[in-house]
């Protein structure tokens, strides 16, 4: 199966900061990744598919970037309502998998 | 506007069997492939199984390989998960997921229903 590392598991940041995720596989996937947003106690939401293609009606402040083992999501303004947590997403090669998930927490 | 709507989820006994649920509508079913997330509460999102949009092909997680079933029905709109053989570690919320038409997955999302595995 491929594994898919994410990193940080956890950050604190303030209003305005600059945020990276970062997810590693552990083989290559091309530009098979999805990025998802999680707030408490409600249905992930996808940011990104594809790789870096903005899902219509984000905000442009997320994007993501990477292809074959390395891929990023960027935060370029942290904005209030974007603390939650983050995860990506393979569909390269079943079974498909998750990455462990990044809390981005108030500082 | 896309709607998805689980059931099926409830309190089951160890080895028990249980059947989810998956209404959808607002998009025409049998056009794309959906899949099954499930969360352990407080833990991460797993990808549990994927269905394409005619039925035809089925895929697992090797967690439930061989216990759990994806099956769907395009003429009234369902998709289901039929859990056998059920485990402690199978407690999680459920949600059922949409893929998009360039079958990139988990475009829409459910809101989720909770199966609780004990005794």
């Known amino acids: 199966d491929i594994q898919m590392t994410q990193s940080p598991s956890s950050l604190s940041a303030t209003v305005g900061d600059r945020v990276t995720i970062t997810c590693r596989a552990s083989q290559g996937i091309r530009n098979d990744v999805g990025w998802f947003q999680q707030k408490p106690g409600k249905a992930p939401k996808r940011l990104i598919y594809?790789?870096?293609t903005l899902q219509s009606g984000v905000p442009s402040r997320f994007s993501g970037s990477g292809s074959g083992t390395e891929f990023t999501l960027t935060i370029s303004s942290l904005q209030p309502e974007d603390f939650a947590t983050y995860y990506c997403l393979q569909h390269n090669t079943y079974p498909w998998t998750f990455g462990q998930g990044t809390k981005v927490e108030i500082k | 506007e896309v709607q998805l709507l689980e059931s099926g989820g409830g309190l089951v006994q160890p080895g028990g069997s249980l059947r989810l649920s998956c209404a959808a509508s607002g998009f025409t079913f049998s056009s794309f492939a959906m899949s099954w997330v499930r969360q352990i509460p407080g833990r991460g999102l797993e990808w549990v199984s994927g269905i394409s949009g005619s039925g035809g092909s089925t895929y697992y997680a090797d967690s439930v390989k061989g216990r759990f079933t994806v099956s769907r029905d395009n003429t009234q709109n369902t998709l289901y998960l039929q859990m056998n053989s059920v485990r402690a570690e199978d407690t999680a919320e459920y949600y059922c997921?949409?893929?998009?038409?360039?079958?990139?997955?988990?475009?829409?999302w459910g809101q989720g229903t909770l199966v609780t595995v004990s005794s």
């Open positions: 997921a949409k893929g998009d038409w360039l079958f990139h997955p988990c475009e829409y």
């Open positions: 594809g790789a870096f």
